[in-house]
């Protein structure tokens, strides 16, 4: 599966901004998806993942109660919307897609998005 990530840009602190992943190639519905970042100078950490059919979400601390993980499988998209965003938020987002749920074992990656927050 080849995977698109796009929405990012740049926001002041408190707004928010909606990524989204297009997926092509084998069934969208397949897989379960997650969403990762990595920030300068920092290791690539999770953010979300949500489940193949959309049951089951899990979110890391940090973003918890800000972003929101939902998919779309009719349109082979999955988002992730941030609410409420702080500065530490910037980073390259990554969506990407595992055969096992898993906040850890990802088998597809896209290409990043880019998110800057401005203080």
């Known amino acids: 599966v080849q995977l698109q990530a796009c929405g990012g840009g740049l926001v002041q602190a408190g707004g928010s901004l909606r990524l989204s992943c297009a997926a092509s190639?084998?069934?969208?519905?397949?897989?379960?998806m997650g969403w990762f970042r990595q920030a300068p100078g920092k290791e690539r950490e999770f953010v979300a993942a949500?489940?193949?059919?959309?049951?089951?979400?899990v979110y890391a601390d940090s973003v918890k109660g800000r972003f929101t993980i939902s998919r779309d499988n009719a349109k082979s998209t999955v988002y992730l919307q941030m609410n409420s965003l702080k500065p530490e938020d910037t980073a390259v987002y990554y969506c990407?897609?595992?055969?096992?749920?898993?906040?850890?074992?990802?088998?597809?990656w896209g290409h990043g998005t880019l998110v800057t927050v401005s203080s």
């Open positions: 990407a897609a595992a055969y096992i749920w898993s906040q850890t074992q990802y088998d597809y």
């Open positions: 190639g084998r069934t969208f519905s397949s897989y379960h």
């Open positions: 949500i489940s193949w059919r959309g049951a089951a979400t």
